[in-house]
Structures are given as C-alpha cells and as structure tokens.
C-alpha cells in the first residue's frame, strides 16, 4: 500500500546537521577556511584579469589613434572640419640640449592634451611669443622654483631670453618639454609643417583591423601619403587585450584551485563520517532512513558554505581592488561574485556526495567493523603482531590503518604543489623585454628631425 504522503522530517535533520556541527568545531573551522581560501583565490584571480583588462580600455577611451606627420596648414584644415574625426596639432620645434639631458621644444592645443591623456594643465597654454608652458618634472630637474605667472630665462636655440610662464604641466619621468605658442613657430619657420594626432570619432569597441582601415581611408580622400601616418602602437597594445586567453587562465586556475578544495574538503567529511559511523548506526537503528542521511550530511556542507563562501567572496573583493584599483567596476564585482559563489558551492556540494552516499548506507552492524577505543578501519596490514616501535613504524602503521583517507591526503597536497608550480612557472614565464619590444617594433631608437 502507497501512503499520499510521508512525515516532513526537514525539522528533524536540520536539528541533527546543527548538532553534528557543533561536535565537530576543528573540521568545521578547516573546511570553512578551505571554503574561503578557494573563494577568495577564484574571485582574486577573476578579478586580477578583468579588471586588468578594464583598465587598460579606460587608458585607451580618447586617446589618439594614429599620427600624421608633415602636414601643411591646408590639410589640417582639412582634418579639423571633418566630422569623422578629433584632431590636435602639434609642432616640433627641436631638441635643446639643458646640462646633462635634452629639452623637448614643441606647440601644442587644448584637444592635443585630450587625446594624450595628460593631466590637467596649471594656467593655459601660451598664445603669445613670450610666454611658454613647462612640465612639472624640467623643474624638479633644473631646481627651479616657479610658479604661474614667473619670469624664466631659457635658451630655446636662440639665445636665453626672458619668458612668462603661463602653465605648468604636471608630468613627471623625465618628460622635459617646453610648449609656446603657434605664432613662435610661426615666426622661426615660415611654412611650418606640423604633426595632427587624430581619433575617430565613437570607435570605442572597434577592432584594430577596423580603426586602421577607416584611418587609411580618411588619408587617401586628403591625399595623404601612407608613409606619412603612424599608427599608435600605445593604444593598439591597450585594446587588444586577448580575454578568450584571460578566460582560458581563468579556467584553469580556477580548476585546480576547486579540485584542491573538493579533495580537502571530501577527505575531511570522509574522516568524519567514518569516526562517526556509530553515530550513524544508532539513527539508522532507530528509524533513519538512508535519505534523510544523506540530507544531513548535504545540509552540514551547505552550513559551512554560507560561512566560507561570504568570507572569501569579501576579502577576494578586497585583494582585487587592491591589485587594480583603476579597473574596479560595481557590476562586474556582483557577476564575478555570484559566479564563483554558485561555483565553489557547487564544488562543496560534489565534495559531499559520496561521504553522504557512505554515511546512507551505514547499517546497526557496520559499527561493529569499528574498534571500540578506535573509529578508523582495521586494514589487514595493521594485524602484525611483531614489529618494531620505531618512528617511522608508527608513522607507516597510522598511515595503513585508512589507505583511503592517506590517499586523499597525499592526493590533496599533490594538487595544491601542482597550483603552486603552475602559479611560478606562469609568472616566471613573462618575458618584460618581449612585452617591451610589441610597443617599440621597429627599434628601441627613435629619431626625429625639426626644422629649426
């Protein structure tokens, strides 16, 4: 005959889970900092490479695209009147040597420092032949003290004059420049030929192959010479971030790092079922059925993941935001955080399926197999009667007691030297000179000639 219902025992397993967890403290602290740490290193990892990634689009959002070189005023007319693109004009005056290092002599406009990405400029950019800008870090370098609005001797190629500083611009390593006005360049060059940094403009999502593409178009209608536009290696190095790689690196640190948690995990839930399978007998005897064991055991994992997981979704956000703080992005933070927390619990949940399985099928007659001063099973090993009592004996003798529960530990402290290998090799394996020479590829030289 086939009940319509069955008693609601949830009440019950749920009294018997919080019990179990409270008689076991030492297993219940290891498997939530096992949780936690496997949290935190996913949800770290994650965060490392997106962010990383993020911040390396922020960087290249306005900045300037390619350069045209040598162009006359017709053109940058031209350039400045299509809609299809942002222009900023700069001249190249020279290079002047200052002591023991060179001082860059150059013109430069309000949308030129957009597209370079400089901080914001202290006073304005001169307008008049007598004043000049200067960059926070020829100061430091020369020792002068100067502020907006200061008169400053400097010989610019023609002899040390008096000029007003109107600006300063506050960059530093070794960017020594000088910036005057178009009419000082005017008036040195007659016909000067400037250089135009250029970006198209609402091309951010756009791939390399479609930014140069539209950029060489734009050149041919102005007639102009291929040889004469750069392409910026900067910014092309900063969107061409490769994230189905990040996600390949992603998934397989975040492998590793689950299955070394699974194993530690199982291995500790393993050992405490079979200390306890008198306990499990006794239930069965009075009337337990294997699935509200099962439930027990599921519950004490699920218990334990809402400790570990919070915390090391927490200090994982923590650890990333301190890694890259320009990346960090609130919504992204709250995917990745949901994402890793359903993954670890996950992985919780498999760790326990089979020490619940065993624990299900605990009978009143098994705890007999279990010595009454001992919880771990007798291997036939163990049965020698004549040994000696040495160190490394008694180690061996408790390693044979439970070949399984050896097992696993070996197994869990083989993948976590695997995690840490593959961690240095990884690490060890980035080339700074490699990565250097994909900005600079066509020497680590560049020479330009001015026209004064």
């Known amino acids: 005959m086939t009940w319509p219902f069955e008693n609601d025992t949830s009440a019950i397993t749920k009294k018997l889970a919080k019990r179990n967890l409270k008689a076991d403290k030492s297993r219940n602290i290891l498997i939530i900092i096992t949780i936690a740490l496997a949290t935190c290193l996913i949800m770290t990892t994650t965060l490392y490479f997106f962010a990383s990634q993020r ?15 040598e162009v006359d005023n017709d ?38 420092m957009k597209l370079a990405k400089y901080p914001d400029l202290e ?46 611009l506050p960059v530093e390593n070794s960017n020594y420049s000088v910036f005057v006005s178009q009419s000082y360049i005017e008036n040195k060059i007659s016909e000067p030929a400037s250089s135009a940094y250029i970006r198209l403009n609402e091309s951010d999502g756009w791939s390399k192959a479609a930014i140069q593409a539209e950029l060489s178009t734009l050149c041919r209608e ?12 900067y910014y092309f190095s900063l969107i061409e971030q490769r994230s189905s790689q990040y996600i390949t690196v992603i998934a397989f640190i975040s492998l590793i790092i689950a299955l070394a948690c699974t194993l530690v995990i199982y291995s500790l839930f393993y050992v405490s079922i079979a200390r306890k399978t008198k306990e499990y007998g006794k239930l069965r005897t009075i009337g337990a059925t294997g699935k509200q064991m099962k439930r027990i055991v599921f519950r004490e994992g699920f218990h334990l993941s809402r400790i570990g997981i919070p915390i090391g979704i927490l200090a994982g956000a923590i650890a990333g935001y301190v890694l890259v703080p320009q990346g960090w992005n609130t919504l992204m933070v709250f995917v990745i955080a949901a994402v890793t927390a359903l993954f670890v619990y996950l992985c919780v949940m498999i760790a326990v399926i089979k020490p619940a399985k065993i624990a299900a099928h605990v009978t009143p ?17 163990t049965k020698v009667l004549h040994r000696s009592l040495s160190a490394k004996n008694l180690a061996f003798l408790n390693f044979a007691r439970n070949r399984k529960k050896t097992a696993l530990t070996i ?39 001015g026209d004064y």
Request: hydrophobic share 40%.
């Open 411 to 449: 197994l869990s402290l083989g993948v976590c030297g695997i995690l840490l290998m593959a961690s240095s090799a990884y690490f060890n394996s980035i080339d700074p000179l490699a990565m250097a020479r994909r900005s600079f590829p066509y020497g680590e030289i560049r020479l330009e000639l």
């Open 75 to 112: 053109t940058i007319t031209k350039l400045v009147n299509d809609d299809r693109v942002q222009v900023g004009v700069s001249h190249l005056l020279g290079l002047v040597s200052y002591g023991d290092y060179k001082l860059t002599v150059r013109s430069m406009d309000e949308t030129l």
């Open 123 to 168: 006073g304005e950019l001169p307008k008049s032949t007598n004043e000049i800008a200067i960059t926070k870090a020829f100061l430091d370098r020369a020792g002068l003290s100067k502020s907006i609005g200061d008169t400053i001797s400097l010989n610019l190629g023609d002899g040390e004059k008096d000029y007003t500083l109107c600006g300063i």
């Open 222 to 233: 102005l007639e102009i010479q291929p040889e004469q536009m750069q392409f910026s290696t």
């Open 55 to 69: 911040k390396s689009l922020n960087d290249a959002a306005g900045r300037y695209q390619a350069i045209i070189n």
């Open 365 to 381: 007659i098994e705890a007999v197999r279990y010595m009454a001063g001992n919880n771990d099973v007798m291997s036939n090993s």
